[in-house]
């Protein structure tokens, strides 16, 4: 299945894309194509004017509306998610995550806004009618270190168990779809057997 790698941060290097890429590099090993978006990298002013006719935001809103899962991922800003976020999914239809399922994560400078996720970004997600949001995943800066040797991230234990789970349920939430779209398509078990679940490749930007 086709899920969406979704950051809303406006820095770079940016500790939630590293949660970001932990988690989508999860999902591709479990055969999951996934496709990367950052919302900082769209033109700036087609944003902030919601011009939906500028080609890349456009295809931008076109990579949502073709994903069956969006990961999102926004840095704790001022105790809610970021604006820059915001201004992207300000130009999604309001159905705009219709049939999808939603797995937030955030990162913050402290726990102490950890609630962010839930009381400021669920309720923004769900105002797009997703099939279903998941428990989201929230770290912070210092639970992401860098592993010295490898140079690849190493979150901690607490953080990377969070992960796993996350994973795991999203990936559970994907199969049982998969399984009612071949349904829906009419394709019986026996037919699917030699469909594989979804295309290996995955798509991660740096
Ligand atoms: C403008 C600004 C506001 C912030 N506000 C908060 C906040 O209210 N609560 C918090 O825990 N961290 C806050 N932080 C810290 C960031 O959430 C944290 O460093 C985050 O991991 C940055 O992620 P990024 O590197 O992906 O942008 C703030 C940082 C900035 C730059």
Redesign the pocket.
């Known amino acids: 299945m086709n899920v969406l790698l979704l950051?809303g941060?406006?820095?770079a290097?940016?500790?939630?894309?590293?949660l970001l890429r932990l988690v989508g590099e999860r999902l591709a090993a479990l055969g999951h194509r996934t496709t990367a978006l950052q919302v900082r990298e769209l033109p700036a002013h087609a944003l902030l004017r919601a011009d939906l006719d500028d080609p890349v935001v456009a295809e931008a809103v076109a990579q949502v509306a073709a994903a069956d899962a969006i990961v999102v991922?926004t840095?704790?800003?001022?105790?809610?998610f970021?604006g820059v976020l915001k201004t992207f999914l300000d130009l999604l239809p309001q159905d705009g995550l219709a049939g999808k399922l939603v797995l937030p994560l955030?990162?913050?400078?402290?726990?102490?806004?950890m609630l962010?996720l839930d009381y400021a970004l669920r309720p923004v997600l769900a105002s797009l009618g997703p099939r279903h949001i998941l428990p989201g995943i929230y770290a912070?800066?210092a639970q992401l270190p860098w592993d010295p040797d490898s140079g690849a991230p190493a979150p901690v234990a607490a953080i990377a168990a969070r992960i796993d789970a996350g994973v795991e349920q999203l990936a559970h939430e994907l199969e049982l779809r998969h399984g009612a779209v071949r349904r829906a398509n009419g394709a019986g078990p026996a037919a699917a057997a030699g469909v594989p679940a979804s295309a290996p490749a995955a798509v991660l930007a740096a």
């Not at 290097?13 to 590293?18: A, G, K, N, Q």
């Not at 955030?106 to 806004?113: C, D, K, P």
């Open positions: 950051g941060s406006p820095s290097p940016s500790t939630t894309w590293r991922g840095p704790v800003y001022k105790a809610s970021s955030a990162t913050g400078g402290s726990q102490s806004h962010a912070t800066a």
